[in-house]
């Protein structure tokens, strides 16, 4: 008899497992909370731009295509190689720092400040490459049953890299790279993961990797959103259907089964699997109520960092301004231990933008631009009155003008606004965390969140705050987790 699956939240990693599991002869129902598919990789379409609300590019494309292999499909979206990867301008210099993956050609940027660069910056790839081959298969896309069998894993993982475990990304980079420059430059990249290079683990200094020599950063043609786009059509002609608006607030259940889910309007929604696909953490406190995930312990948890994020059209062309550009200041130590917990860092915000129309003609009106901007910012723990955005965003916008030498103010014609309140409504995000939950020692492999529910034996878990974390290639590889669990089940049943 054939299995019925049913997936709340149609974020990329519950899109991606509804497929594989669909292409596996499962009937496959998904349910969203909000109007379109997509979860934190969405779109917003308004006064004719088009905007990424959430990622801009993304890595370890190989993913993506195992995933389409897999599935026996063709890859449903075209993708580009970012090269430059994105530029870096320090607010005291005029200088524009081009992220190549040829390192002679980066490494001539810094010959008057790192002479030595070109070797440097090869000896610390050869390491975080060490790092990355010794550990990715291992830990990242394994399944682990308990703590215990996570741990004998880890002890597979070959030894010369334990001094990496009592090391901050920022140190491991420190004894890499000796100007200042290098080393922010080198350590943005932990910012990816939602928490600074200073809280943030040398192990994840493996990125530096992926970013330079394994694989390289892309951007979708047409925009991010046509990597949701294409998958939703490869459902359709599965006939998987998703019906949206539709958001989980109660469940009922036996003492090893879930028998139905129930949504706002109490409509009761049942299945032989259920696959949730919001935040694993989140859920298990707002729907299950289980004490160990109440709001006073998820609040001792650690979080990533909320984000401040705005979208501008803007009546005119910026032929000065690259794709992807991050814009520090100088205080990059300070800012960056400040900058999770402390509100009044964000008078002196560092931040990203994203001019998606560089590439994409068809995102913007002619003669105009679509911008994305991202400010890294606490999350609603530590600053829960946001009415302060639009004096915040001023700032951003008049500190963009100056570093571009065009005031751009006059020119916007279209813009929206989301802080951390509009990330965690929108998304259940706990207190407008960006990313879920963090990845430091105590919160990734088998402590973090397990893919499968404790309590119930056909739930399971997709997504950033479960295995393996956060980012897009982490979403496809945590739906072949889940779909791996899902089989297992189904075997035994």
Excluded at 348 to 374: M, Q, T
């Amino acid at each position: 008899m054939q299995k019925t699956v049913l997936i709340v939240g149609a974020g990329l990693g519950g899109l991606a497992t509804a497929l594989r599991l669909a292409k596996k002869g499962y009937k496959v129902e998904m349910i969203e909370k909000n109007s379109q598919a997509g979860g934190r990789l969405n779109q917003i379409k308004k006064d004719g731009f088009t905007f990424d609300t959430g990622p801009s590019f993304f890595s370890m494309s190989y993913e993506f295509k195992e995933f389409a292999k897999e599935c026996n499909i063709n890859l449903p979206f075209k993708y580009v190689e970012l090269d430059p990867l994105y530029t870096v301008n320090f607010s005291d210099s005029p200088k524009t720092y081009f992220l190549y993956k040829d390192i002679k050609k980066l490494a001539e940027q810094f010959k008057d400040i790192e002479p030595d660069f070109e070797q440097k910056m090869n000896k610390y790839l050869k390491k975080s490459g060490r790092l990355f081959h010794d550990t990715v298969d291992l830990v990242i896309k394994n399944n682990f049953n308990s703590i215990f069998s996570y741990i004998l894993t880890l002890m597979c993982v070959n030894p010369t890299h334990i001094p990496v475990l009592f090391r901050s990304f920022w140190s491991q980079v420190k004894q890499n790279f000796s100007s200042k420059e290098a080393q922010q430059i080198v350590s943005l990249v932990a910012f990816f993961l939602g928490r600074t290079p200073f809280d943030t683990s040398a192990i994840y200094t493996l990125l530096s990797y992926t970013e330079f020599e394994h694989d390289g950063y892309y951007n979708v043609e047409g925009g991010m959103y046509k990597i949701v786009e294409g998958i939703v059509d490869e459902l359709k002609k599965e006939n998987v259907k998703i019906t949206y608006n539709t958001e989980i607030v109660d469940f009922i259940g036996n003492s090893k089964k879930l028998d139905y889910l129930i949504d706002k309007q109490g409509n009761k929604w049942a299945a032989d699997i259920i696959l949730v696909n919001g935040d694993a953490a989140v859920f298990r406190s707002r729907v299950f109520k289980r004490e160990k995930y109440s709001i006073e312990k998820l609040d001792k948890m650690n979080w990533t960092m909320g984000y401040l994020t705005f979208y501008l059209g803007i009546k005119s062309k910026l032929p000065q301004v690259n794709h992807h550009n991050y814009f520090l200041g100088t205080n990059f130590e300070q800012y960056a231990n400040n900058v999770l917990q402390n509100p009044d860092s964000l008078q002196k915000p560092y931040y990203y933008v994203n001019v998606l129309s560089k590439h994409n003609l068809d995102c913007a009106p002619e003669g105009c631009e679509s911008l994305f901007f991202v400010c890294p910012v606490p999350n609603l723990k530590y600053k829960p009155n946001w009415e302060d955005k639009d004096s915040i965003v001023d700032s951003i916008i008049a500190d963009f003008s100056k570093r571009i030498n065009k005031d751009i103010k006059p020119e916007i014609i279209s813009k929206t606004i989301y802080t951390p309140i509009e990330w965690q409504n929108q998304f259940n995000l706990h207190r407008g965390s960006g990313l879920g939950l963090s990845h430091n020692m105590n919160q990734i492999g088998a402590f973090r969140p397990a893919n499968f529910d404790e309590k119930y034996k056909n739930v399971f878990y997709v997504g950033a705050s479960t295995i393996p974390g956060a980012g897009l290639p982490m979403a496809i590889i945590s739906s072949k987790l889940a779909f791996e669990r899902i089989e297992k089940l189904a075997e035994k049943s």
